[in-house]
């Protein structure tokens, strides 16, 4: 039997009448328990089911119950364009809350899985398919099974007590799934949010005295640029993760300032989650680590090829592509640019396909490093840059500052003209993915 399973299922036992979604009402674990097993009841047996749910306490229940029936569970893209969704759902059985997204075909909404219970036979693995973050391509299918029961291994109740996490990833997306997983596993209680509002976040953080909580870099800057943060009682956090995406040192920096000694950072992919984490303790006094998103986790194994690509193999991969072999032992090409230190700290450069060649000399530019070098101007708030033919462009949200002086600072900051936005346009916001990430993809087309 699934270990992954057993142990869910005992939590949801163990949970009682204690709250375990917060999302407009109460979800006690004894009413998801038994939610959960009238969405197995309706499901019928085996085949694909495929999820396309909001944020909402039935988006976990349904994937859980499809696994009990021993289905693949295929996670829908959040932020994917409609032809991948139509492509990662064929052949399967979808289960939404928009069925009107789903012209042609004959989806499921939650209403019609709501049937009688049925006697548990729990498989003996899990299978489970998730999309890539698809910020620069169309996202791939991923195949995971391993990683849930290394979830049940390491996620166990805190001794302090029951925690309260807020979740505001898609539980469609790898980092919204563990999150609420690990958090159930821990029998905690979760403060769901569908989308974000940085607002909405602050609020909740002192309202429900959240103490656990993970944010993108775009959205981490939305929190500490939020006009009521000041006033805002952030003390009830112990724990704040950021990762996704590259984050700006400094910002690692006012983070620690403004929650305290609680705040690390993780690297990972929807194909190897667990890859690299720094705690704070570890930055706290070396200030040359912010830039790093630490050493290699156990059971993982990192390497730099010769054209400064991390490979990475190890417990926490995945199991392969859809439609690909099984990556085995093998090693990942993460597509990510990074260095390590003496001390065995890992840091990013850039994605392989964000770097731009530049000038007649075919000059490489990570354009992350650039975006890093504007967002250090009082004025920047935030910034994305990319390749238009030879020439960076840049896209900022900024007041009170031309174009000019940002290209006079990056100039200043590099003592290289390859380094300096040919172009900069301004903008409110910078579009982000459902996940939290820039869409460079919008930004460029």
Known sequence: MSFFLT???AALD????????HAGGV????????????????????????VDLRNRPETVLVQLAALLRGATVVMIPASAPT???FAAARGATVVTDRPQDWPGADPRTLADLDGEPEPLDLPARVDLRFPTGGTTGAPKLIRHSGIYDGMAHIFAP???????????????HMTGNATVLGALLRRDTVVLHDGFDAGAVLDAIQAHRIDTLSLTP???AALLDHPRRPETDLGSVRSLSLGAAPLPPHRLAQALDVFGPVVGQGYGLTEAPMIASISAAELIGHPGRLGSVGRIVPGMEARITEAGEIEVRGLSMMDGYVGAPDVGAGWLRTGDLGRFDDEGYLYLLDRADDVVVVGEHGTKVPTTAVEHALETHPAVRSAAVFGRGDRLHAVVVAEEVTEDELQAH??????????????????????????????????SS
Request: hydrophobic share 35%; charged share 30%; proline share 8%.
């Open 14 to 21: 163990e949970g009682g009448d204690r709250p375990l979604f």
């Open 218 to 220: 775009p959205r981490l």
């Open 158 to 172: 805190h001794p302090d007590g029951p925690g309260r996490t807020l979740l505001v990833a898609p539980m469609t």
């Open 410 to 443: 990056a100039r200043a900051t590099f003592g290289q003209e390859h380094y300096v936005p040919a172009k900069v346009d301004f903008v409110d916001a910078l579009p982000l993915t459902e996940v939290g990430k820039v869409d460079k993809r919008a930004l």
């Open 27 to 50: 979800t006690t674990y004894h009413q998801a328990r038994d939610r959960l097993r009238r969405l197995h009841g309706g499901l019928g047996d085996g085949g694909t089911v495929a």
């Open 83 to 85: 032809q991948d969704r």
């Open 7 to 9: 142990e869910v299922l």
